[in-house]
């Protein structure tokens, strides 16, 4: 082929492969303690070695050089060479194949093994978002983390000899980990994705191993308030995965917030189906197992990815063809989560061979790819549109990262986003007000307007503020009661296999994330409708589901489960872009992790002090000797409160929804979404 014919495109996505070979140099920390252990070295030792990784990543004068005089493929082979030759002496070393080497020559094995990341970083800005959302979409399946505590809840009440109430306050543990993400939401705007990612790595690792040498006994004894505070670890895995892949997306498309929202938190819902399958299916119904998996493939899920997040220049205008990718992306995970409902139930009602069940985890797996063909598509075939000049310069005033060893925080303000004339209907006051505190007549600096930036300490002493966190916290904290205990519940009413009903849950809280996200942003561009009304519709649905679980009509168990997971999953679509159009992007991560603390406190409340305390006292009045409750009777009181709490929840949504009829009349006035002016002036 012709020299300037073949597709840049494809140039780049080959290069995203070779920069995360790139990256080997990252993994110095993930087998230095094997080789200070197999070869005796000191610390300071150790640290040289540390030393020689980094000046071998660096130092790239060589390849620099060779860089004009020698075609890509040359400097790449040399490259693998390096890698070749470096790591695997550092192999050698390890696994004692070979002994007795000299330090001088360790050092030059991890200079070597170091130069094979002679590539330099990728500049903010010149990866195209969509890889990123294509891998967000692994990280926020592996941030349902959360919902596979029913499938191992059984295993690790029988192995401890809990009760009810102390496995619902193990749930307790998993909703507070899951949604305290303040540390995450703090640290976001200090720190790049991929340190937040491996955060979470971190806490995925320690917590489901904790609970993974419980279950499997390797480990016999430990105290529960042990594996309460592993669970707390574990599950806020899901808090700095969610967080990463949130906000870093909110950012690179912030013209379309309720539909990235939708998406992801889609496929967080989607994440408790896709383990139910993996538990049921691969690893045969073994609770051991399945922690296994959570204690070392979420890690590898999160270091794989870790890569790619990264915040991009956003586009500040519509874009049709961005639409039609939105589309795309939501149309495959619908068809995931169907493939995902009918893979469960045929694996339920059929005699399943392991072959054909591995061919079908492998389709689905296809499926999690699905997004991936968007980049794939735009590199074979490239879009030709002419470059708007201001634009690029605008966004190129704003990267954050001016070399190749620079990172930007996941989220900046939304002023930086502003275009040149979006300041033009400012109101007169304010002009009035900043010429002033320009004369010095006033220093007292203007506060901000519902739409601007606020910080974290001004958004809480709103009224609107308030008023969807107790929105949020009566839905959620009543939608994660039933969830915590929805195997004791099918099993209450007499169900043997709970499985279905809890995949048939994840299927319609990925239905009502993904739905939310998408109806919502459809009305509040054409109609202005405020977000938080559609929280306060599917309160009313989901105190009518809680009646039909109270009167334990025949034949509603399934129905009810399906309407409570749609409006569940609702809760969460809408909240988030609730946030950012309210308070905008500067303490988003924060904000929106203040949010989610509704979820742990509703469980607490609702699912651990009455749920369980109402379970237990029914068990003991069918038989003393006994923990398992059988009949309507077991949650009856719990679903009459939870119906009533659904309700309050629904008052407070239409108070909001009218409060914030002018913020979006605003924002959305032109049809689409307008940036707002900073508060900072």
């Known amino acids: 082929m012709k020299a300037g014919r073949r597709a840049q495109w494809l140039g780049l996505a080959a290069a995203q492969w070779v920069q995360v070979a790139g990256g080997a140099a990252y993994t110095f920390p993930l087998y230095s303690p094997a080789l200070k252990s197999m070869l005796g070295l000191s610390q300071q030792r150790l640290t040289v070695l540390g030393v020689a990784n980094d000046v071998g990543e660096n130092f790239g004068l060589i390849a620099g050089v060779a860089g004009n005089l020698l075609p890509?493929?040359?400097?790449?082979?040399?490259?693998?060479?390096?890698?070749?030759?470096?790591?695997?002496?550092?192999?050698?070393?390890?696994?004692?194949?070979?002994?007795?080497?000299?330090?001088?020559?360790?050092?030059?094995?991890?200079?070597?093994?170091?130069?094979?990341?002679?590539?330099?970083?990728?500049k903010v800005g010149s990866r195209p978002p969509w890889v990123g959302l294509a891998a967000a979409v692994w990280v926020q399946v592996a941030a349902g983390a959360g919902y596979t505590f029913p499938l191992y809840s059984h295993a690790l009440k029988k192995a401890m000899g809990y009760n009810q109430q102390q496995l619902t306050f193990l749930g307790v543990?998993?909703?507070?980990?899951?949604?305290?993400?303040?540390?995450?939401?703090?640290?976001?705007?200090?720190?790049?994705?991929?340190?937040?990612?491996?955060?979470?790595?971190?806490?995925?690792?320690?917590?489901?191993?904790?609970?993974?040498?419980?279950v499997s006994l390797t480990v016999t004894g430990l105290p529960y308030w042990l594996l309460w505070i592993a669970l707390c670890i574990a599950t806020n895995s899901s808090a700095w995965f969610g967080t990463a892949v949130l906000v870093t997306n909110m950012r690179n498309f912030p013209l379309s917030r309720?539909?990235?929202?939708?998406?992801?938190?889609?496929?967080?819902?989607?994440?408790?189906?896709?383990?139910?399958?993996?538990?049921?299916?691969?690893?045969?119904?073994?609770?051991?197992?399945?922690?296994?998996?959570?204690?070392?493939?979420?890690?590898?899920?999160?270091?794989?990815?870790?890569?790619?997040?990264?915040?991009?220049?956003?586009?500040?205008?519509?874009?049709?063809?961005?639409?039609?990718?939105?589309?795309?992306?939501?149309?495959?995970?619908?068809?995931?989560?169907?493939?995902?409902?009918?893979?469960?139930?045929?694996?339920?009602?059929?005699?399943?061979?392991?072959?054909?069940i591995y061919i079908l985890f492998g389709v689905m797996v296809l499926f999690l790819l699905a997004p991936l063909a968007i980049p794939i598509k735009m590199t074979i075939f490239p879009r030709n549109r002419k470059t708007n000049v201001a634009s690029d310069t605008g966004s190129t005033s704003h990267q954050v990262t001016t070399g190749a060893g620079d990172e930007e925080p996941l989220l900046a303000t939304s002023s930086s986003n502003n275009l040149g004339n979006a300041q033009e209907n400012d109101d007169a006051s304010d002009v009035d007000m900043l010429l002033a505190e320009g004369e010095g007549a006033i220093k007292k600096k203007r506060r901000p307007k519902r739409g601007d930036d606020f910080e974290f300490h001004e958004a809480l002493v709103k009224a609107d503020f308030w008023l969807l966190f107790l929105a949020y916290f009566l839905g959620v904290g009543s939608g994660v009661t039933v969830l915590n205990n929805l195997a004791q519940i099918g099993i209450a009413f007499g169900l043997e296999d709970t499985t279905i009903l809890l995949c048939l849950f994840s299927f319609c809280n990925f239905v009502g994330r993904i739905g939310a996200g998408s109806v919502s942003e459809h009305f509040v561009r054409s109609r202005m409708l405020p977000r938080p009304i559609w929280m306060a519709c599917t309160q009313v649905v989901m105190a009518v589901a809680y009646l039909l679980y109270a009167t334990a009509i025949s034949g509603t168990l399934y129905a009810s489960t399906a309407l409570l997971g749609i409006c569940y999953g609702v809760q969460f679509s809408v909240?988030?872009?609730?946030?950012?159009?309210?308070?905008?992007?500067?303490?988003?991560?924060?904000?929106?992790?203040?949010?989610?603390?509704?979820?742990?406190?509703?469980?607490?409340?609702?699912?651990g002090l009455l749920a369980g305390y109402v379970y237990d006292s029914e068990a003991a009045k069918q038989d003393p000797s006994s923990s398992t409750c059988l009949g309507p009777n077991c949650f009856r009181l719990t679903f009459w409160f939870l119906a009533g709490i659904c309700c309050l929840g629904t008052l407070l949504s239409i108070i909001l929804s009218v409060r914030t009829r002018p913020v979006y009349q605003m924002l959305y006035a032109s049809g689409s979404f307008r940036l707002p002016r900073s508060s900072l002036h």
């Not at 909703?175 to 979470?200: Q, T």
């Not at 988030?576 to 904000?591: A, D, H, I």
Request: glycine share 12%.
């Open 575 to 607: 909240m988030v872009p609730t946030v950012s159009e309210l308070f905008g992007l500067k303490q988003f991560g924060l904000l929106y992790n203040f949010m989610l603390l509704g979820n742990p406190l509703g469980a607490f409340f609702f699912s």
């Open 258 to 356: 309720g539909t990235v929202a939708g998406i992801l938190k889609g496929y967080v819902g989607l994440s408790a189906a896709v383990y139910t399958g993996l538990y049921t299916g691969v690893l045969h119904s073994s609770s051991t197992k399945l922690l296994l998996f959570l204690t070392l493939g979420l890690p590898i899920i999160s270091l794989a990815m870790m890569y790619f997040v990264r915040p991009c220049t956003p586009s500040l205008e519509e874009d049709s063809l961005e639409q039609s990718h939105f589309m795309f992306t939501q149309i495959s995970s619908i068809f995931l989560g169907l493939y995902l409902l009918a893979y469960t139930i045929l694996d339920d009602v059929l005699p399943l061979t392991d072959g054909v």
């Open 72 to 122: 890509p493929w040359k400097l790449l082979l040399l490259g693998s060479a390096c890698c070749f030759s470096g790591f695997g002496l550092l192999w050698l070393a390890v696994t004692r194949t070979v002994v007795g080497l000299p330090f001088w020559l360790e050092f030059a094995i991890a200079n070597m093994g170091g130069g094979a990341a002679m590539a330099g970083v990728v």
């Open 173 to 214: 543990a998993n909703d507070s980990g899951e949604n305290f993400g303040l540390i995450a939401g703090v640290l976001c705007n200090r720190l790049p994705p991929w340190f937040v990612l491996l955060v979470g790595a971190a806490c995925c690792f320690l917590g489901f191993g904790t609970l993974w040498s419980a």
